[in-house]
């Protein structure tokens, strides 16, 4: 069964510092990656994912993540903090089944920028 | 436009209540998906719907009942709700369900509360 794991509950950083919110990976078969934001009291938004092809992947508002096959992991990182990516991020990994496609979650992790 | 569109925001009810959640998109996804979230916790999908058909249950009791009565809307009928169906829930769509790399919109959620 496909799953991923964030070992990290939460995460702190001053703003200004480089960010990196940890995400490792069990698939059968190809890795098709996610990760999401959310923030308070909203839904969940898309930042950016791997498929294939180059390990470093960009994404939406200067996030990037980084693809480690070996390793099993697709880390998100940002190269300097802002207060407002203060949010709970969930990294998700494709399921696919007979029925069709899924996405399962791992547990989240906050992220907390302080200033 | 990314817009996945959830009313009501906010609902409360009582155990013997029928009432219904709504979800509509006009990105002309034709794969829709219900999820339950709980607070600080990751969404669980509920159902998917594909070209209007359901095409998996996550085995979520009969006091759920989906409905999608066109490409755009997803309903999600509820009857004789508990107290711990209290949740935030989430609407999300696609292109499909099958492509690997497609990426779920999702909607600023439901907050349902069960008296």
């Known amino acids: 069964a496909q799953s991923v794991a964030q070992p990290e509950d939460q995460v702190n950083v001053a703003e200004g510092n480089p960010l990196t919110v940890k995400c490792t990976y069990s698939?059968?078969?190809?890795?098709?990656l996610f990760w999401y934001v959310q923030y308070p009291n909203r839904g969940l938004q898309f930042l950016l994912k791997?498929?294939?092809?180059?390990?470093l992947v960009k994404g939406s508002y200067g996030f990037e993540a980084e693809f480690n096959k070996s390793q099993t992991s697709f880390h998100l990182k940002k190269p300097s903090a802002l207060v407002s990516d203060s949010a709970l991020y969930f990294c998700?990994?494709?399921?696919?089944?007979?029925?069709?496609?899924?996405?399962?979650f791992g547990k989240g992790t906050t992220l907390s920028v302080s200033s | 436009d990314t817009e996945v569109t959830q009313t009501p925001k906010h609902l409360v009810m009582g155990m013997t209540n029928k009432k219904s959640l709504k979800c509509e998109q006009h990105?002309?996804?034709?794969?829709m998906y219900w999820y339950k979230q709980k607070a600080k916790k990751p969404p669980e999908l509920m159902f998917v719907?594909?070209?209007?058909?359901?095409?998996i249950n996550e085995s979520v009791p009969s006091r759920f009942s989906p409905e999608c009565p066109n490409s755009s809307l997803l309903n999600l009928h509820l009857h004789a709700l508990q107290p711990e169906d209290s949740a935030l829930y989430l609407c999300?769509?696609?292109?499909?369900?099958?492509?690997?790399?497609?990426?779920?919109?999702f909607g600023a959620g439901t907050r349902l509360s069960v008296l």
């Open positions: 999300a769509s696609s292109q499909d369900h099958r492509g690997q790399g497609n990426i779920q919109y």
């Open positions: 698939v059968s078969g190809n890795p098709y």
């Open positions: 791997y498929i294939t092809g180059d390990n």
């Open positions: 998700a990994v494709r399921d696919i089944r007979e029925a069709g496609t899924a996405l399962i």
């Open positions: 990105m002309g996804h034709r794969a």
């Open positions: 719907y594909s070209y209007e058909k359901l095409s």
